[in-house]
C-alpha cells in the first residue's frame, strides 16, 4: 500500500515525462519515414508535375519555363494516325500493345502452367525452382545481349542448325521489320515468367489442402479442379502479377535497346525508347514529356480502375 | 565519439580547401574516348599537358557513349558545375553557346592565329556571335570507300570513278560470290551512307542546298528521287543479315575478306590500323564515286565552358594544346581522321591519311567542304534524326517507293524544324 502511496505522489512528473515519450514513441514511425516520404514526394510526384509542366512548353534542348501551349501533344496526336509509313509514334504505341499484351498473357500462362507441374510432388523441386527463377537475377542488357546472339541468323539458332545439317530451316525475325517485335516478347517472357511460377507456386501452397480433398470426394476431375477450385482462389496472386508485369512492360527501355538497337527502320521501339529519344537525343523535350505524360496517363487508365475493383471487394 | 565526429570534419572539409586551392592546376575534362585507340590518342594531349604542370581529370560518365556523356553534361550545366571543357559535336556546341554557358577564347584564337588555319566551315561551330567557344580537334570525312584490296584482285576490279561504275563493281563482286557491300543497318549508317550517294547524284551544289540550306525545292526535287533510287540500288548488294549491325562489325567483314566494299567514315581507318593492315597493300580507300573535290565532313570539338577564373588558365593551356601543330599530328594519325587546322605537315599519315589532308585543304579553297547531315553537322538534331528515321525506314521497307521517300522526308524535316 504504501508503495502506491509513493507512487502517486511522484506521477505527476513521471506520467509527464511518460507521455513525452509515448508520444515520441507514436511520433518514431512517421519521423523515420518522414525522408522517404519527403524523397518520393519531390523526386517522384514533384517530377512528373514539372514533366506536366514541361510538355506544355517548347522546350528543346534545355527545359524552358514559358508555357506555349499544346503543341506537342498535336504533333503526337497528328503522329497517332500516320499509319503508312508508320510514325515513329504509332509504332511505338502499337508496339506497346503487341508487347504487353503478349508478355502478359504469355506470362501469367506459362507461369501458371510450370507452377501447377511442379506442384505435383515431384523430387528434386529444390533444384528445379531456382532453374526457372533464375532469368529474373539477370539484368534486361544481359537478356537481350544474349538473345540478341542467339536469334541473330548469322550467329545462333539459324547458324547452328544449317551446321548441323538442317540448311531449311530459317528465323529471322530479329531482322524482320514485321516480327522484331514479337523476339522483344520472346525474350521478355524468358526473362519474367520463371519468377510467375514462383510467385504462383507460393499461391497454390497456401491452397487448403481440405478443399481439395473435398472437391475429389464430390468426383472433380483434375481439370475441373483447377478450373473451378484452384485458380479462383489464385485470384490474389493473379493481380500481384498482373501488377508486376504492367510495370515491367511499360518500362521495358533497355530490353529494346540491347536485343534490336531499336529494330530496322526503328520497328522495335516502345514509348520510353521514343521518350528518351526526343527527349535527348534529338533534343524535342516538349514532345518527350508529352509522350513520357500520356504514358503515365495510359497506365492510370488501366491500373487505377483494376486496384479500385480488386481492392473494394476485400472488406466484404 | 561526437568530438572525433567534428575533427573528422573539420579536416575532411580542410582537405576539400586543399583540393580546390589545386583545382587552377587541373583539367575536367568530359569525353568518350575510351577505346584503344582513341585513348592512346587523347594519352598524347594528356603528356603534353602534364609537360607545362597540368594534372587532367576524366569526369566520370556512366554507361559509356555519346549519349550519356550528353546526358551527364546537360545535368552538371544544370547544377552549374562546369567541367573545363567536354567533348561535343556540331550543334550541341551552339546549343549551349546559346544558353550562355560557354567560355570565350577569342584572345587565345588570335595569338594562335586559329581564325585562318581552322576551315571556315568548321568555325560555322566553334565560333558563336565572333567568339570562340570550341577547339575543333579533328576532322572526319564521311565520303569513303573501304576496299579489300586481295578481293579487288581476286575479281580484277579497278578505282570506280562514277556511281555506274561503282554498281558494275558490285556486280563482280557478286558474280565471284562475295558479299558486295558490307552495311550495319542501323539508322546512322544507312544515313550516312545516303549523304554520300546525294553528293554523288546531285552534285556538290545540289547537297549544300538539299542537306545544309534544307531548301524544299531540293528536298522535293527528282534528283532527290533519284538519289533514293541508287540508294535502293546500293541496299541490293547487302547480305540479308545486315539489319542491326554494328559498324565496326561491317569493317570486319571487309577486313576479314568476306566482303568487297565498306561505305564509312574515315573512323572505318582505325579498325584496319588495329588488325594491322596497311593502306595500298591490303585495303584501298577511294572516295565515294562521283565525289571526289568535295569532303562531307563532321568533327569533334572541345567545347570550352564558362569556368571561374582560377581555373581559365587551365583551359587556355588546354585549348592551346589541342590546336597545336604536333598535338593534331599526333592524335590523328593515331584516329585514323585528319588535323582541324590545313597547316598541319602531313609527313607522319599514311597514304589515306595524306589524301584526306589534301581534300580537305582543296574542298576548304574551293567552297565543297559539307557538313554530314546524318553526323548532326548539316541540320540540327531534332533534323538530323528525323531525316535518318526516313532514310532507315525506306532501307527496311516501311517506306516503299523512292516517291513516298521524298515525300515523307520534306515532311519530317518541316515538322522537325
Not at chain 1, 498482373?242 to 520497328?267: E, M, N, Q, R
Not at chain 1, 514532345?287 to 471487394?313: F, K
Not at chain 2, 580507300?285 to 565525289?291: D, H, V
Request: charged share 20%.
Amino acid at each position: 500500500m504504501s508503495t502506491v502511496a509513493t507512487s502517486q505522489i511522484k506521477l505527476t512528473p513521471e506520467r509527464h515525462r511518460a507521455s513525452v515519450r509515448s508520444r515520441l514513441q507514436d511520433a518514431l514511425p512517421k519521423i523515420v519515414l518522414a525522408p522517404s516520404f519527403a524523397i518520393t514526394i519531390v523526386f517522384v510526384y514533384g517530377f512528373i508535375l514539372w514533366t506536366i509542366y514541361l510538355s506544355f512548353t517548347n522546350s528543346k534542348t534545355f527545359p524552358s519555363y514559358v508555357i506555349t501551349g499544346s503543341r506537342a501533344y498535336q504533333r503526337l496526336w497528328g503522329w497517332t494516325f500516320d499509319t503508312d509509313p508508320p510514325s515513329s509514334w504509332y509504332t511505338s504505341i502499337t508496339n506497346m500493345g503487341i508487347f504487353g499484351f503478349l508478355y502478359i498473357a504469355i506470362c501469367l500462362a506459362l507461369g501458371l502452367f510450370l507452377a501447377i507441374l511442379l506442384d505435383q510432388k515431384i523430387r528434386g523441386e529444390g533444384v528445379l525452382r531456382p532453374i526457372y527463377l533464375y532469368p529474373m537475377a539477370l539484368s534486361f542488357i544481359v537478356t537481350g545481349v544474349a538473345w540478341k546472339w542467339f536469334l541473330d541468323p548469322g550467329l545462333g539458332l539459324e547458324q547452328t542448325l544449317h551446321q548441323w545439317g538442317w540448311t531449311s530451316f530459317h528465323f529471322d525475325w530479329i531482322k524482320n521489320k514485321d516480327f522484331v517485335i514479337y523476339t522483344v516478347v520472346i525474350a521478355g517472357v524468358w526473362q519474367a515468367s520463371g519468377f510467375i511460377m514462383a510467385m504462383f507456386l507460393a499461391g497454390l501452397r497456401g491452397i487448403d489442402g481440405e478443399i481439395m480433398k473435398a472437391a475429389q470426394i464430390d468426383g472433380a476431375t483434375t481439370f475441373q479442379l483447377y478450373r473451378r477450385i484452384v485458380i479462383p482462389l489464385l485470384r490474389p496472386i493473379f493481380l500481384s502479377a498482373f501488377i508486376v508485369l504492367a510495370h515491367l512492360a511499360i518500362k521495358s527501355y533497355d530490353l529494346v535497346v540491347a536485343l534490336t538497337s531499336g529494330g530496322p527502320g526503328g520497328s522495335a521501339w516502345l514509348p520510353s525508347n521514343f521518350m528518351y529519344e526526343y527527349t535527348f537525343k534529338r533534343n524535342e523535350m516538349a514532345v518527350g514529356s508529352a509522350s513520357a505524360v500520356i504514358m503515365l496517363m495510359t497506365i492510370v487508365a488501366i491500373i487505377v480502375p483494376y486496384l479500385y475493383s480488386e481492392l473494394r471487394e476485400k472488406p466484404r | 565519439m561526437l568530438r572525433k565526429l567534428l575533427i573528422g570534419t573539420a579536416l575532411a572539409s580542410g582537405l576539400a580547401f586543399a583540393a580546390h586551392a589545386e583545382d587552377v592546376k587541373e583539367v575536367q575534362m568530359l569525353h568518350w574516348w575510351t577505346s584503344g585507340g582513341e585513348a592512346a590518342a587523347l594519352n598524347v594531349l594528356k603528356g603534353d599537358l602534364a609537360k607545362e604542370g597540368y594534372a587532367w581529370k576524366d569526369v566520370p560518365v556512366a554507361g559509356g557513349g555519346g549519349d550519356a556523356a550528353m546526358t551527364a553534361l546537360k545535368a552538371m550545366v544544370a547544377a552549374g558545375n562546369y567541367p573545363t571543357a567536354s567533348q561535343m559535336l556540331g550543334y550541341t556546341v551552339l546549343d549551349y553557346a546559346a544558353a550562355g554557358v560557354m567560355g570565350d577564347l577569342t584572345e587565345t584564337a588570335k595569338k594562335e592565329g586559329w581564325d585562318k588555319s581552322v576551315p571556315a566551315a568548321l568555325q560555322k561551330f566553334s565560333v558563336y556571335e565572333g567568339k570562340w567557344v570550341a577547339a575543333p580537334v579533328n576532322v572526319h570525312s564521311v565520303n569513303w570507300l573501304w576496299i579489300n584490296k586481295a578481293v579487288m584482285d581476286k575479281i580484277g576490279g579497278t578505282e570506280p570513278k562514277t556511281f555506274d561504275d561503282f554498281v558494275a563493281l558490285l556486280d563482280k563482286a557478286k558474280a565471284a560470290g562475295v558479299i558486295p557491300l558490307a552495311l550495319g543497318g542501323q539508322n546512322w549508317q544507312e544515313a550516312t551512307m545516303f549523304d554520300s550517294v546525294v553528293l554523288s547524284t546531285g552534285g556538290p551544289e545540289f547537297y549544300k542546298k538539299a542537306f545544309n540550306d534544307l531548301d524544299d525545292a531540293s528536298l522535293k526535287s527528282d534528283t532527290m528521287k533519284k538519289s533514293f533510287d541508287n540508294l535502293a540500288k546500293l541496299v541490293t548488294y547487302v547480305d540479308p543479315n545486315f539489319s542491326g549491325r554494328d559498324w565496326n562489325l561491317a569493317t570486319a567483314m571487309v577486313i576479314k575478306g568476306d566482303a568487297l566494299v565498306q561505305v564509312m567514315g574515315d573512323w572505318a581507318k582505325g579498325e584496319f590500323h588495329a588488325a594491322k593492315k596497311t593502306p595500298g597493300t591490303d585495303f584501298l580507300c577511294y572516295r565515294f564515286p562521283g565525289t571526289d573535290g568535295s569532303v562531307i565532313y563532321n568533327s569533334d570539338m572541345f567545347g570550352m565552358f564558362n569556368v571561374p577564373d582560377d581555373r581559365k588558365a587551365a583551359q587556355v593551356a588546354l585549348a592551346t594544346a589541342t590546336l597545336s601543330k604536333s598535338f593534331q599530328s599526333a592524335f590523328n594519325v593515331v584516329k585514323g581522321s585528319v588535323p582541324a587546322r590545313t597547316d598541319v605537315p602531313d609527313t607522319d599519315f599514311d597514304a589515306c591519311g595524306k589524301k584526306g589532308i589534301a581534300d580537305l585543304k582543296a574542298a576548304n579553297d574551293g567552297g565543297t567542304l559539307f557538313g554530314s547531315l546524318a553526323q548532326g553537322y548539316g541540320a540540327p538534331p531534332a533534323v538530323a534524326n528525323a531525316y535518318k528515321d526516313v532514310v532507315s525506314k525506306f532501307v527496311h521497307g516501311q517506306i516503299k517507293t523512292s516517291d513516298e521517300a521524298v515525300t515523307e522526308l520534306v515532311k519530317a524535316i518541316d515538322d522537325a524544324k
